[in-house]
């Protein structure tokens, strides 16, 4: 079970786009600019970092690129079974879930970054992390500083974000560190993000909201609030409203995923701080990032698996097959029943002999239930990544493909 995680602001970079430009999933950039109407390749591949910084730039970059990495993801047939944002990350894992037009995705990303940029300049504020300390600690440590000043991310065990009035916020650091927190580190942002500072932002975004229309996601979201799967689509304009002063409880939001199954957990998006974090929360669970084209080959490869991956490599003399991969998703949750007629190898294996059967679009790989399992490319299925029998969920993968191979 694979799980997405989006990263949010703080992860954007100058240049960030520089990898995407001739990849086919750079047409969402396309499709954002005539949204937002931004300049969207500028700020990607040009604009420094002052000016990426800036809290609505920040979070456009961001949300777009991600969703450019997710198309990409895409377009090689893996799928999310889950799926959970940190903080703006939360738009981008709704629009990867289906719960949230791209488009209104776009417009709302837009509302919030320059709504909680006017907050920020009626209420400044600033951030920083505490490290070595737990979450009561720190809790205490905002409590004794007798100011403006509160958690603002549970991040992971040791790691834990405050946030508030500068003097505040100096003076809870100050007192974690007597506490046994080992380091406090500022961060260099203008605004007390997820905190009650952020107020005056929410009658904005709240009007974006309720012209916006969510529908009920097709893989389990969950939430920053709470740490918690809300299938309701109803309640997601009142989570996002409430995030804006609420504390991101990330590392719960990682353990909720762990607690549903996932195997895998995915930073999709730029930057790699989620990955991270998810290192230090589960330790059981592989961790995995695509920022970059380059990395869509790690995830296949990571997706096999498999010793007999390796073999088949080693069996080509080094060609490089990764790009002439794809995957195919069960389309719903239930027992996996190969078709009879496919002569392809077991969970998980490559054809040695053969090449494996060939197939057109549309072509019927087996049944998850009564749900069929059609394949959207043509090629030849050369193993199955699910034994007969087994129970798999809506977006898992089932069945692997060499797309176009040579002399076919």
Same mark, same amino acid.
């Given at each position: 079970?694979?799980?997405?995680?989006?990263?949010?602001?703080?992860s954007?970079? *100058?240049?960030?786009?520089?990898?995407?430009t001739?990849?086919?999933?750079?047409?969402?950039?396309?499709?954002?600019?005539?949204?937002s /109407?931004q300049?969207?390749?500028r +700020? +990607?591949l040009?604009?420094?970092?002052?000016?990426l910084t800036?809290? =609505?730039?920040?979070?456009l970059?961001?949300?777009?690129?991600?969703l450019?990495?997710?198309?990409?993801?895409?377009? #090689?047939?893996?799928?999310?079974?889950?799926?959970? /944002?940190?903080?703006l990350?939360?738009?981008s894992?709704? $629009?990867?879930?289906?719960a949230?037009?791209?488009?209104?995705?776009?417009?709302?990303?837009?509302?919030?970054?320059e709504?909680?940029?006017?907050?920020?300049?009626?209420?400044?504020?600033t951030?920083?992390?505490?490290l070595?300390?737990?979450?009561?600690?720190?809790? $205490?440590?905002?409590?004794? $500083?007798?100011?403006?000043?509160?958690?603002?991310?549970?991040?992971?065990?040791?790691?834990?974000?405050? $946030?508030?009035d500068?003097?505040?916020?100096?003076?809870a /650091?100050t007192?974690?560190?007597?506490?046994?927190?080992?380091?406090?580190?500022?961060?260099p942002?203008?605004?007390?993000?997820?905190?009650?500072?952020? =107020?005056p932002?929410r009658?904005r975004?709240?009007?974006?909201?309720?012209?916006?229309?969510f529908?009920?996601?097709?893989?389990?979201?969950?939430?920053?609030?709470? /740490?918690?799967?809300?299938?309701r689509?109803?309640?997601w304009?009142g989570?996002?409203?409430?995030?804006?002063?609420s *504390?991101?409880?990330?590392?719960q939001?990682l353990?909720?995923?762990?607690?549903l199954?996932a195997?895998?957990?995915?930073?999709v998006?730029?930057?790699?701080?989620l990955?991270?974090?998810a290192?230090?929360?589960?330790? @059981?669970v592989?961790?995995?990032? &695509?920022?970059?084209?380059?990395? +869509? @080959?790690?995830?296949?490869?990571?997706v096999?698996?498999?010793?007999?991956?390796?073999?088949?490599?080693?069996?080509?003399?080094?060609?490089? %097959?990764?790009?002439?991969?794809? &995957?195919?998703?069960?389309?719903a949750?239930g #027992?996996?029943?190969?078709?009879?007629?496919?002569?392809?190898?077991?969970?998980g294996?490559?054809?040695t002999t053969?090449?494996?059967?060939k197939v057109?679009v549309?072509?019927? %790989?087996?049944?998850?239930g009564? @749900?069929?399992v059609?394949?959207?490319?043509?090629?030849l299925?050369?193993?199955?990544?699910?034994?007969r029998?087994?129970?798999v &969920?809506?977006g898992?993968?089932?069945?692997?493909?060499?797309?176009?191979?040579?002399?076919?």
């Open positions: 079970m694979l799980a997405f995680t989006f990263p949010g602001q703080g954007q970079r *100058p240049g960030m786009g520089r990898a995407w001739d990849h086919p999933s750079w047409e969402v950039v396309e499709d954002a600019t005539r949204v /109407g300049d969207l390749t +700020l +990607l040009h604009a420094d970092q002052a000016e800036l809290t =609505a730039n920040a979070q970059t961001t949300f777009v690129l991600s450019v990495v997710l198309d990409a993801i895409e377009r #090689v047939g893996l799928a999310p079974t889950l799926c959970a /944002g940190h903080s990350g939360e738009y894992a709704l $629009a990867a879930s289906g949230l037009d791209f488009e209104d995705g776009v417009r709302l990303v837009v509302e919030r970054g709504a909680m940029h006017e907050a920020a300049v009626e209420r400044p504020g951030m920083a992390a505490i070595g300390a737990d979450d009561d600690t720190v809790e $205490a440590a905002c409590q004794r $500083a007798e100011g403006e000043v509160w958690v603002a991310n549970y991040n992971a065990p040791g790691q834990v974000v405050v $946030a508030g500068a003097e505040a916020v100096d003076r /650091g007192i974690a560190k007597e506490l046994g927190a080992r380091k406090v580190l500022p961060f942002v203008a605004g007390a993000f997820h905190t009650l500072l952020m =107020a932002a009658s975004l709240r009007k974006a909201l309720a012209t916006t229309t529908v009920t996601p097709e893989v389990p979201v969950v939430a920053n609030v709470d /740490g918690r799967v809300h299938e689509a109803d309640e304009p989570l996002l409203s409430a995030q804006l002063c *504390p991101v409880r990330w590392r939001s353990e909720t995923l762990a607690a199954g195997s895998a957990v995915v930073e998006g730029p930057g790699g701080v990955s991270g974090l290192r230090r929360t589960l330790s @059981d592989r961790v995995l990032a &695509v920022a970059a084209p380059d990395d +869509l @080959d790690h995830l296949v490869d990571q096999a698996g498999t010793e007999s991956w390796h073999t088949y490599a080693a069996a080509h003399q080094g060609e490089h %097959l990764y790009t002439s991969e794809r &995957v195919v998703v069960s389309p949750t #027992v996996f029943e190969p078709e009879e007629t496919l002569a392809a190898p077991g969970p294996a490559r054809a053969g090449g494996g059967t057109a549309g072509d019927l %790989l087996g049944l998850v009564r @749900d069929e059609r394949t959207p490319f043509a090629g299925v050369v193993g199955f990544m699910a034994h029998g087994e129970r &969920v809506s898992q993968p089932v069945a692997w493909l060499r797309v176009n191979p040579a002399g076919s």
